[in-house]
């Protein structure tokens, strides 16, 4: 429920905020501060909305009906023109899969032989940063504010340490009572393939680079050819890992080195 009222608004308020704008000096769309400087606004926004229903429907209920666990994390990618924009809100896995012929020793760790062509390799790196404990900014500010950490839990409820809602810990889930998203943005280059977005849970049974390589093992299979088989067929495979909402698991964005400027 909390992740619909999210990705319902954020569709609204990304363009509206103005992911589309240009650079007024340069002309050049996007503009990587406004880009930054609207999805905070928008990301808070969207939060102080979400708590506000929270609270409106917790009034109309009692005692152990209460929802104060009412909230969600969220991940999104956008792809505008020659950029990508990755932003992150909690502790999904943002993978972004780049295509070489030759290796450098920089490209030694996360590299896997493309099934379909021997020839080339497969790089996985994670494009944008999580709000969990592999974040050393957020173990610090938790740490600050006394909150108790064990066995890679927070506060004995979370394994993420920014989301949106839950209302009753908005102390620990927030900055100061704001959302810092995490954003990254990068120019589309030629050697990029695609961008996976996982639920965290995909990941404690198989490493980052173990479901990219599944993936492209699908994706190499001429039935499985097209994205939305492929990662459909993935999504179907990792069903007892993740039995909730499919949707909810994970969703794959294919880039195209030479986009339409009008797209």
Request: net charge negative; proline share 5%.
């Amino acid at each position: 429920k909390s992740a619909k009222f999210v990705l319902d608004r954020m569709h609204n308020y990304s363009v509206r905020a103005g992911l589309l704008e240009a650079n007024r000096a340069t002309g050049i769309s996007p503009d990587e501060v406004r880009v930054e400087r609207a999805l905070n606004i928008a990301v808070n926004q969207i939060n102080r909305e979400l708590l506000e229903q929270i609270v409106d429907e917790n009034n109309n209920l009692e005692g152990d009906d209460i929802e104060f666990l009412d909230g969600c994390t969220a991940s999104f990618v956008w792809a505008v023109n020659d950029t990508l924009i990755y932003m992150n809100v909690g502790h999904q896995r943002i993978l972004l899969a780049e295509n070489y012929k030759d290796l450098s020793d920089k490209f030694a760790e996360n590299v896997f032989r493309s099934p379909k062509d021997k020839s080339h390799y497969i790089r996985i790196v994670d494009a944008c940063e999580r709000h969990d404990l592999t974040n050393p900014a957020e173990v610090e500010r938790l740490e600050d504010l006394g909150i108790q950490i064990e066995n890679n839990v927070i506060a004995e409820h979370f394994p993420f340490s920014q989301a949106f809602g839950f209302s009753e810990y908005s102390r620990i889930l927030t900055k100061d009572n704001l959302i810092e998203p995490l954003i990254s943005i990068s120019k589309i280059t030629p050697n990029m393939k695609w961008v996976l977005v996982g639920h965290p849970n995909l990941f404690e049974r198989h490493s980052s680079v173990e479901l990219a390589q599944m993936y492209e093992e699908i994706l190499s299979k001429d039935k499985f050819s097209e994205p939305k088989k492929a990662i459909n067929e993935l999504t179907h495979y990792t069903r007892s890992i993740v039995p909730s909402n499919p949707k909810k698991r994970m969703a794959v964005l294919h880039i195209d080195p030479h986009p339409d400027e009008n797209d």
